[in-house]
């Protein structure tokens, strides 16, 4: 039975950006990072070269980093086409073989310090521009161990791209598809989780959808909880991401996988060493050779056909909060209290919870939902307690129940 009062409450980082307009700052996937993002680069604004060296010995990723930037100074001081990053899979193809195109973009790029658009999420003393280039290139590396593809890449030094450059590369290449390569970060540091993001249309969604999923179970074996493929339109109707617009406008499908939070200490974890994102580039290269029927050092004359539902109408975002929300509380016998939490969520799915003693003044961390329309847990409570619960699906939007 609702006991209590229900109030809905529709808290996305979209929504939540409109009270931080002075600090919102947008990547290059047209995402919002938040206003964190600028203290933090504030601060990394004033680190001279020499601490972002002795941090550098702190992460041995940073390390890498910086060797690939001094390498590019030296070996390119002029930008080369990037066809020649082309390479071919890993045995020798006969000329009538089928060969995939795929263009791996590691998200933001650019030298400057200034640019958060460039510098993408900025957590841990790194860029995520950094870290999606190391994704990259181990996905590059797995991929070209497989036969029927061809791997390009829009970047492979700490260059600027826009997305309307990345894609017309992908064109240029003759592209099947390109994948975005993505961290995350939230504005209330809370969630977690892998996403993909994928057009809402046509063969575009259905191409971009299929990949993503197989990209996300070998994620998700990895440790990563799946908040699953998602599509977001922007006022005007047409897919939000940048690059997911601008591929689609050149033919292309295109997904964004956002592998992880940086700024959450779990997913952190699956990312933070130089092997770790190693491991995330091999996993998105796994994923997308499962896709297409890939072999490993074979080319095969023909790839398995792959059954594609073409959605009929855009496969819209969900853009309302969960349903039918309440909870109860039992005095159990042992004077501890059984919660039962209730949330229904008709075109997403119930994500997280998360709940409040103290009238909403502060929350625990997100705990996940599971596959039910209720969880049950038991709490050590005066019964005095100002319970407040809070109930997300997984496009980030919550209703909020309190007694
Ligand atoms: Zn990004």
Redesign the pocket.
């Given at each position: 039975m609702p006991l209590l009062s229900l109030i809905v409450l529709g808290i996305g980082i979209g929504a939540a950006a409109t009270a931080w307009t002075e600090l919102k700052t947008i990547?290059?996937?047209g995402?919002i990072t938040g206003p964190v993002v600028l203290a933090q680069s504030d601060k990394l604004r004033e680190l001279s070269e020499q601490t972002l060296r002795q941090s550098a010995a702190r992460a041995e990723r940073t390390e890498a980093a910086e060797n690939a930037e001094r390498e590019n100074q030296e070996v390119r001081p002029e930008r080369e086409p990037d066809t020649a990053l082309s390479i071919a899979g890993g045995a020798p193809e006969p000329d009538n073989a089928p060969r995939l195109r795929i263009v791996l973009d590691p998200?933001?790029g650019g030298e400057g310090l200034k640019d958060e658009q460039e510098l993408?999420?900025i957590y841990r003393d790194t860029y995520?521009k950094y870290l999606t280039l190391e994704i990259a290139e181990a996905m590059r590396e797995e991929l070209s161990q497989y036969g029927n593809v061809e791997v390009f890449m829009t970047r492979d030094t700490d260059r600027a791209l826009t997305l309307k450059e990345r894609a017309a590369y992908a064109e240029s290449v003759g592209g099947d598809l390109l994948v975005s390569l993505?961290?995350n970060a939230s504005l209330e540091h809370n969630f977690y989780g892998s996403e993909v993001f994928v057009s809402a249309f046509e063969y575009f969604h259905a191409r971009g959808a299929g990949v993503g999923e197989s990209i996300l179970k070998q994620l998700t074996d990895y440790g990563f909880v799946s908040k699953g493929v998602k599509t977001r339109l922007g006022s005007k109707g047409a897919d939000y991401y940048g690059i997911i617009r601008e591929c689609k406008s050149l033919g292309i499908p295109a997904l964004i996988v956002e592998h992880g939070y940086m700024d959450e200490d779990s997913d952190w974890a699956r990312m933070n060493t130089q092997e770790a994102l190693e491991n995330l580039g091999r996993r998105d290269a796994a994923g997308l050779a499962a896709y297409f029927g890939l072999e490993k050092g074979s080319v095969l004359s023909k790839l398995p056909a792959i059954e594609e539902e073409i959605p009929a109408v855009p496969v819209r975002p969900d853009t309302t909060p969960p349903e039918e929300v309440w909870y109860k509380k039992e005095r159990q016998t042992d004077g501890r209290f059984l919660i039962t939490l209730h949330g229904v969520e008709r075109e997403s799915r119930v994500m997280y919870y998360d709940y409040s003693t103290d009238g909403g003044e502060t929350y625990g961390g997100l705990q996940l939902w599971g596959t039910g329309e209720t969880v049950r847990f038991t709490m050590n409570l005066t019964g005095e307690e100002q319970l407040v619960f809070r109930v997300y699906n997984n496009y980030e939007l919550r209703t909020e129940t309190s007694g």
């Amino acid at each position: 039975m609702p006991l209590l009062s229900l109030i809905v409450l529709g808290i996305g980082i979209g929504a939540a950006a409109t009270a931080w307009t002075e600090l919102k700052t947008i990547d290059r996937s047209g995402r919002i990072t938040g206003p964190v993002v600028l203290a933090q680069s504030d601060k990394l604004r004033e680190l001279s070269e020499q601490t972002l060296r002795q941090s550098a010995a702190r992460a041995e990723r940073t390390e890498a980093a910086e060797n690939a930037e001094r390498e590019n100074q030296e070996v390119r001081p002029e930008r080369e086409p990037d066809t020649a990053l082309s390479i071919a899979g890993g045995a020798p193809e006969p000329d009538n073989a089928p060969r995939l195109r795929i263009v791996l973009d590691p998200g933001h790029g650019g030298e400057g310090l200034k640019d958060e658009q460039e510098l993408g999420a900025i957590y841990r003393d790194t860029y995520e521009k950094y870290l999606t280039l190391e994704i990259a290139e181990a996905m590059r590396e797995e991929l070209s161990q497989y036969g029927n593809v061809e791997v390009f890449m829009t970047r492979d030094t700490d260059r600027a791209l826009t997305l309307k450059e990345r894609a017309a590369y992908a064109e240029s290449v003759g592209g099947d598809l390109l994948v975005s390569l993505h961290l995350n970060a939230s504005l209330e540091h809370n969630f977690y989780g892998s996403e993909v993001f994928v057009s809402a249309f046509e063969y575009f969604h259905a191409r971009g959808a299929g990949v993503g999923e197989s990209i996300l179970k070998q994620l998700t074996d990895y440790g990563f909880v799946s908040k699953g493929v998602k599509t977001r339109l922007g006022s005007k109707g047409a897919d939000y991401y940048g690059i997911i617009r601008e591929c689609k406008s050149l033919g292309i499908p295109a997904l964004i996988v956002e592998h992880g939070y940086m700024d959450e200490d779990s997913d952190w974890a699956r990312m933070n060493t130089q092997e770790a994102l190693e491991n995330l580039g091999r996993r998105d290269a796994a994923g997308l050779a499962a896709y297409f029927g890939l072999e490993k050092g074979s080319v095969l004359s023909k790839l398995p056909a792959i059954e594609e539902e073409i959605p009929a109408v855009p496969v819209r975002p969900d853009t309302t909060p969960p349903e039918e929300v309440w909870y109860k509380k039992e005095r159990q016998t042992d004077g501890r209290f059984l919660i039962t939490l209730h949330g229904v969520e008709r075109e997403s799915r119930v994500m997280y919870y998360d709940y409040s003693t103290d009238g909403g003044e502060t929350y625990g961390g997100l705990q996940l939902w599971g596959t039910g329309e209720t969880v049950r847990f038991t709490m050590n409570l005066t019964g005095e307690e100002q319970l407040v619960f809070r109930v997300y699906n997984n496009y980030e939007l919550r209703t909020e129940t309190s007694g």
